[in-house]
């Protein structure tokens, strides 16, 4: 349980002032300093009844349960820094601020507003100086410890934009008690609006878009509707506000349509008269010129045509800089543009804890967003998923998160992310005060597409087809040809990207584009309105049945993995043409997209999903009148069926698909439907001899066809026939001559698989040197392909392995890493042959032992656990110190 206080608290804020000047004084003896100095606050804190939250870098975040406490703390700490004997004259001075508030603990991390504003009452301040907010003064006035007093320094405006606070200084005897004015609002002439609501997280943001506004005279931040542009926008402007002695405008263009206005709104914001016959872009020139001004020119996707007019005023005036929010950039030279990203979001495939999760500014958001309209609102760890769910589906836009979050009032977040599953308009609308395209998330999407011309409408909709994005390759035939789209279809690509409606991904090595699940949403509304939806998705049913055609002949050899790769980059685009496919009817293409894809699921560890899509596919009413692609359907259903070792239902798919190929007639398939034929019959050990003949009549017609790579497998299959029939010395030599014909051929699948069965030869000959080399070499080539089913079998190979060397409690920590990600990917072979053969996996261990060992050996990654299998020195220190 935390110790922490709730309820009323006082949160302490500190750091040194001008850091980067005394590391530059003091160089290797900083880090002496920066330790002292951490050990007085430390002290001094803890002495006075301070909980210690977090340091970074020279600040402080610490926590009070009371007022009176937190005062004389901060005069504790001044004290002891101004004592402390500093090397080399050295003067290390802290400021500190203090606000007393409410915010809601999440694990060991307050959120909330006051927490905010504790932060921007000592960014307020200065070295040596302590200033406290007037919520703290009521509290501690007339309370004081003697000698202590306060200062009133009168109403100031903070950085976080909120509104006006009144500051006071705690003057301790002895110390400094004049410093310069503070550090807020009002030292900079501005017009930044207040803001009601706190500034979440984009720390990284703020900085970088700082150093660009140190670099270059204009800056754009580009981003969708709803990314938190103008809010960022007016945090770097305040954060930025000490470098414009002149001036920090903000320039709001959301009302404008007209760019031969804007000079006017710009002279407006200013409150320069443009009144006679002085045009307002000379009247702005004129006021610019020898000044060192900020302009925030908020909006701008409206009024494009007015670019120049930044451009212009930028020429004028050598101290003037120009921070743009535009959905799209100016294309003006000497630009450089900031693309605004979403907030960060967890992974929803490995989740941390809440108060870890806590951290990732999308759920901070959200959670401070729901505290604010239902007080008495709690993260938990068990609505935690659903609150990441939530922001993940949101794509962790600020607008969509806070929208989102006032939903609490009446759904809790696991109901509020079932219903977002199916619609975001469960949404809802937000503040009434905001811009009408604001108060939704479809009104600032449909902003952004009434801005559009009809082809850049056309290539949005026909590209919400691609599921979490899509490569040029794919789509220029899915959504051209040109003449439909405006221009090449890469460079129509390139302007819905220009216009945030796009993202481009720089991480490929070909050009990719992504929209936003919120985006994509929408346009596929536009796309379903049309009348070339059907269209548009059979497109893209055929460039992915494209892709993976491609794809399946290098599935075996030595671009394996880039192979796979390339199809996980774009498995959500499989699924999306394979659900078209289901809903439209369309038995064929399903059945020659499932069928020319199936190795990718059974390689990567998706054999559950990949055998439920194949039963509906094979279920399709039409599914029958299309031989040659049920037949390749069927062998895909029965491979899936054997990896999970249901031999019985394999079995089945497989006779179905040898009958159906036969009728087709092409030797070469049915050299292949016979071997596949043969294997459930191996494995599960009951019609070894027919499984003989089969495997007979497949090699004999892959040696007519001189088909080495057919006859390869064959040899493994007639090999892995021997082994289950325990006859190891014919064993051994067919799979052999199958690995020699593989290494040569340079076909990695079929040599993995022939050294693994080489591997249970040799355990079972009682060769472990050998078995342990053979198993070694197979899980390295699995590990070069990432291919996952072979992985896991190694697992438990290995496990076998180390169990035979005399180390029970590995061996038990490798079965049980074995059948954990057995159940995760559906490869059920391996517990499938330790059922055949006995085995536990906890032999050689007492219940509690094995117990221990199994729960350890569970908790491991896949990487881990192959890590480990290979080197036992790899165990994770986590479950090293127990």
């Known amino acids: 349980m935390s110790t922490l206080p709730t309820g009323t608290v006082t949160f302490f804020f500190s750091d040194i002032e001008g850091s980067t000047r005394l590391i530059q004084q003091l160089g290797e003896r900083y880090p002496d300093v920066l330790l002292a100095h951490h050990a007085i606050q430390r002290e001094a804190l803890a002495a006075n009844g301070g909980h210690e939250l977090r340091t970074e870098g020279d600040s402080f975040f610490i926590v009070f349960d009371s007022a009176l406490e937190a005062c004389a703390g901060a005069a504790a700490v001044q004290r002891r820094l101004q004592q402390h004997a500093w090397p080399d004259g050295a003067a290390v001075q802290v400021r500190i601020g203090l606000h007393t508030g409410e915010a809601t603990l999440v694990g060991n991390e307050y959120l909330g507003l006051d927490v905010h504003r504790a932060a921007r009452v000592a960014s307020a301040g200065h070295g040596g100086q302590v200033l406290i907010s007037e919520t703290t003064r009521a509290l501690v006035d007339h309370a004081l410890p003697a000698g202590l007093s306060l200062r009133d320094l009168g109403v100031h405006r903070l950085k976080d934009l909120a509104r006006p606070e009144r500051l006071y200084q705690l003057t301790i005897p002895g110390l400094r008690a004049d410093f310069p004015p503070l550090k807020t609002l009002e030292a900079t002439p501005n017009n930044l609006p207040v803001q009601l609501t706190s500034f979440v997280g984009r720390d990284d943001q703020v900085r970088e878009a700082k150093q660009l506004l140190a670099r270059s005279r204009l800056v754009t931040l580009t981003g969708p509707g709803g990314t938190g542009k103008t809010r960022l926008s007016l945090q ?10 002149d001036g920090v405008y903000f320039v709001p263009l959301s009302a404008i349509y007209d760019p031969e206005l804007v000079p006017s709104a710009i002279a407006q914001a200013l409150a320069i008269s443009t009144t006679g016959r002085h045009r307002p872009i000379d009247a702005l020139i004129d006021h610019l010129r020898e000044r060192r001004t900020l302009l925030i020119l908020d909006n701008f996707e409206q009024v494009l045509e007015a670019a120049p007019v930044a451009r212009q005023l930028l020429e004028a005036s050598g101290g003037l800089r120009v921070l743009v929010s535009s959905r799209t950039v100016l294309r003006v030279s000497g630009e450089q543009e900031f693309l605004v990203p979403p907030l960060a979001l967890p992974d929803l495939k490995a989740l941390p804890g809440l108060a870890a999760l806590s951290q990732f500014e999308a759920v901070r958001l959200f959670i401070e967003r729901a505290v604010a309209v239902k007080p008495d609102f709690e993260a938990t760890n068990e609505n935690a998923p659903a609150i990441a ?13 806070e929208l ?95 216009q945030s409606l796009l993202r481009r991904l720089p991480d490929f090595d070909e050009p990719r584009f992504l929209m936003l699940q919120t985006i ?26 494209a892709l993976a055609q491609e794809a399946e002949p290098h599935l075996f050899g030595p671009n394996r993995r880039e192979r796979l790769d390339r199809l996980e980059i774009d498995h959500d685009n499989f ?11 369309d038995a064929r293409e399903a059945m020659r997209l499932s069928g020319v894809f199936w190795r990718f699921w059974q390689m990567r560890g998706h054999i559950h999903e990949g055998r439920a899509r194949m039963l509906k596919v094979l279920g399709m009413p039409r599914s029958h009148e299309f031989l040659q692609e049920r037949a390749l359907a069927l062998e895909a ?3 899936l069926a054997y990896w999970q070792a249901d031999m019985e239902v394999a079995q089945g798919f497989y006779d179905e698909c040898l009958e ?51 006859a390869a497998r064959t040899l493994w299959g007639l090999g892995n026939a021997s082994y289950f029939d325990k006859d190891y010395a014919v064993a051994k030599p067919a799979l052999e001559e199958a690995q020699a014909i593989s290494r040569r051929l340079d076909d990695r699948f079929n040599l993995a698989w022939s050294t693994h069965t080489l591997g249970l030869v040799a355990v079972n000959t009682e060769d472990i040197v050998a078995a342990k080399k053979h198993f070694l070499e197979a899980l390295n080539l699995f590990i070069q392909a990432q291919d996952v089913s072979g992985m896991t079998l190694q697992l438990d190979n290995l496990s076998v392995i180390a169990r035979r060397e005399g180390d029970a ?29 006995g085995r536990t996996g906890r032999e050689g261990l007492s219940e509690a032992d094995a117990a221990r060992a199994w729960a350890e050996g569970q908790a491991l990654t896949l990487d881990q656990a192959v890590a480990y299998a290979i080197d036992p020195a790899a165990l994770p220190s986590a479950l090293t110190h127990g």
């Open 404 to 498: 989102a979050a006032a939903r609490v009032k009446l759904f809790s977040p696991p109901a509020l992310l079932s219903r977002l599953e199916k619609s975001l308009s469960a949404l809802g609308s937000g503040a009434r005060d905001a811009p009408a395209r604001q108060q939704t998330l479809r009104g600032a999407i449909q902003w952004s597409y009434d801005l559009l011309e009809a082809a850049g409408r056309r290539l949005l909709a026909r590209s919400s087809v691609f599921a979490r994005g899509g490569s040029l390759d794919q789509m220029e035939p899915v959504c051209g040809p040109p003449e439909d789209v405006g221009a090449e279809v890469v460079e129509a690509l390139d302007q819905l990207a220009d």
């Open 809 to 837: 409690v590995r061996a038990t920590r490798l079965a049980a890493a074995a059948v954990a990600q057995q159940r995760a990917t559906g490869t059920g072979l391996g517990g499938l042959l330790s059922y055949q053969e």
């Open 575 to 585: 699924r999306a043409a394979l659900d078209w496919c289901l809903e439209s009817g």
């Open 236 to 245: 770097i402007a305040a954060s930025v506000l000490d470098q414009f002695p």
């Open 637 to 639: 259903a029965g491979g």
């Open 660 to 710: 159906l190929t036969r009728q087709v007639g092409d030797r070469r398939a049915i050299a292949n439907a016979i071997y596949n034929d043969a294997f459930p019959m191996v494995v599960s050990r009951k019609t070894i001899p027919r499984a003989r003949e089969l495997l007979t009549e497949a090699l004999a017609l892959y040696r007519e066809l001189g088909d080495d790579g057919g």
């Open 520 to 545: 994509r949403d929408f346009a596929m509304e536009r796309l379903d309105e049309s009348e070339e939806a059907r269209l548009i998705r059979d497109r893209h049913v055929e460039a992915f049945i």
């Open 389 to 401: 769910g939530i922001c993940e589906r949101v794509d962790g836009l600020p607008l969509a998160i």
